[in-house]
């Protein structure tokens, strides 16, 4: 391939499906009776250990997140003054609190901007640099330099192209647009400067799948009088298909957590509400409103699990291969 | 786009440099968009770059697009004011043992989900990858709570509970990590050869070296992969940082830059520089480590 240096799929393509499969036989239960006690112990304390941190410090709280979104909790007393007040702060979401549907929109938009922009620019790009051109490699690494740097530096480069008056942006154009504080503009500034992380990411991730596919296919494909975009389309895009459905999974949780880059250009006010901005802002914020904020967390919290319960039932599928 | 079929003569295009009839038009297209686009991706890092080693007083005269003025003063101004010595050195503090603990707690799970074939496997994969996957928001309140309530002696944390501690940094980003590193280690570990195990139990190996001498010096590749992502991760890492610390000497350096705003505010040539020293431990650790960084990050998405 055009780049010796991405053992991309290395740990897939040499050990193929068998080696994995060989100690799946019937003799397995066997082996467990055959621990000693100090090997059961072991066993055991080695996933105690790690599970009692994961549930303890990120599963129990988010349960925690879900009660408590049926309190009225300030925050301010002990937790035995809490009142349950049922679904209050669902309603209060949904009809009485201003910035909700803003969010709500602004998180659509940018998930729809990481789909019909983002990521088919990234195949794109993998397409082309898997083509074994001269140069392949500075392509690629021009392209997914990017994704190395955190999403509150990319704001940070990126207010220099958008400042109001000193931004090379304005400056060129001879314009006046405050790109970061116009609300008019700012979701789409901050979209930009995302896009332009993002795009190296979903080119390196099909990159991988492209290599992994059998060009045996392919020129059957070509064989059978298939131009390229037919082939690719038909043949080679659907056998990606695990690749495909990640790639969609982790735009979408991306999309809702998206947080770093708002906050540091004004933490989600004025044409930058996003959920996971609100839930931040009740919470950290002056108002400390306990209950509500969870409901929001909890929202959050819902529409990840879809997505997680998708993403699981794949990858786990191709882990019982 | 379809004219590839048509061989490429290599050299051709070096001897001669008009040969349009032996470099199809279409290559000529490909290579101009993929060298345009990569110029433009490049452009706003080298912006950057460039307005960082520039005058603030001779961009304000001639603005910034122009040329000269240069001085390495930004670089001088930005560390001293940003505090920048403390702030690398507190990203340190935090990014290392929160890379370390989370390898190590994966590398037990995906061992022994890996090694041996019980019923709650899958379920317990499925734990720790879905734990990754949750927005932080979701866990923030209990958590903030939970660290706030909890006091620790002033010799371990000075703000005397975990809560404005680099200890609920490094609990919670090992929490987080822990879960992305089980899933791709017990992927990589399924692709040793079990005969391997049959051999250390014959030889009468504890399981626990069995995982400490046979299986981890054989994961050495994924690991170190892993290491390199975590590390970017981790040093990049935003919200925990902002919402979990209060006092403004403890900021890693990614948050400190928000944490500056203000003093940078005006001057683009400071926030340039600024900028750049932030990027630079992750720009040295992805180019010494790039083959690392990439398969680490496709080691877990080519698997799932």
Known sequence: MSSPDLPLVAPQTAH????????????????????????????????????????????????????????????????????????????????NYPPFKPAIEHNLIWLVVMFVVATPLGILFAVLIDKDLKGSRFYQTALYLPVVLSLALVGFIWQLMYSRDQGLINAVLGTQVDFYGDPKWNLWAALFATCWKQVGYVMLLYLAGLKGVDASLKEAAQMDGANQVQTFFRIVFPV??????????????????????????????????????????????????????????????LISLVFISIYLAVVMREEER | ??????????????????????????????????????????????????????????????????????????????????????????????????????????????????????????????LFTAANLLPPQALLIPLFRLFKAIQVPYWFSYSGTLLDSYWALIIVNTAFQTGFCAFVLSNYMKTLPYELYEAAQVDGLSVFKQYWQITLPLCRPALAALAVLEITWIYNEFFWATVLLQSGDKFPITSSLNNLKGQFFTDYNLLSAGS??????????????????VSGLTLGATKG
């Open chain 1, 16 to 95: 193929p499906a068998p080696t994995a499969g060989s100690h799946h036989g019937t003799g397995k239960n066997q082996r467990v009776k055959r621990l000693s006690g100090f090997d059961r112990i072991a066993v055991i304390l080695m996933v105690a250990i790690p599970t009692l941190i994961v549930v303890g410090l990120i599963w129990l709280p988010a349960i925690s997140s879900v009660f408590l979104s049926f309190t009225n909790w300030n925050g301010i007393g002990s937790l035995a003054d809490v009142k349950i007040i049922g679904v209050e702060n669902y309603t209060n979401v949904f009809t």
């Open chain 2, 1 to 126: 786009m379809s004219s590839t079929t048509v061989p490429r003569v290599r050299g051709q295009a070096a001897d001669v440099p008009k040969v349009p009839h032996k470099v199809p038009p279409a290559r000529i297209v490909l290579y101009v968009f993929l060298i345009a686009a990569s110029v433009l991706w490049l452009f706003p890092l080298l912006w950057a770059v460039f307005n960082s080693f520039r005058d603030y007083g001779y961009t304000q005269a001639h603005g910034y697009a122009s040329f000269g003025g240069f001085t390495i003063q930004n670089y001088v101004n930005a560390w001293q004011q940003g505090d920048f010595g403390q702030h690398f050195l507190n990203s340190v503090i935090i990014t290392v043992p929160s890379v370390v603990l989370a390898l190590f707690l994966a590398s037990m799970v995906a061992f022994v989900v890996a090694r041996f074939n019980f019923k709650f496997n899958l379920a317990l994969l499925g």
């Open chain 1, 240 to 301: 990606m298909r695990p690749i495909n459905i990640i790639v969609l999974v982790i735009t979408v949780i991306e999309s809702l957590r998206a947080f770093d880059l708002v906050w540091v250009i004004n933490q989600g006010r004025n044409g930058l509400e996003l959920i996971a901005t609100l839930v931040t802002a009740n919470i950290v914020g002056e108002a400390s409103r306990i209950g509500f904020g969870s409901a929001l967390a909890t929202i959050m919290l």
């Open chain 2, 276 to 293: 750049v020293l932030v990027a630079l431990p992750v720009l040295v650790v992805f180019f010494a480590l790039q083959k690392q960084f």
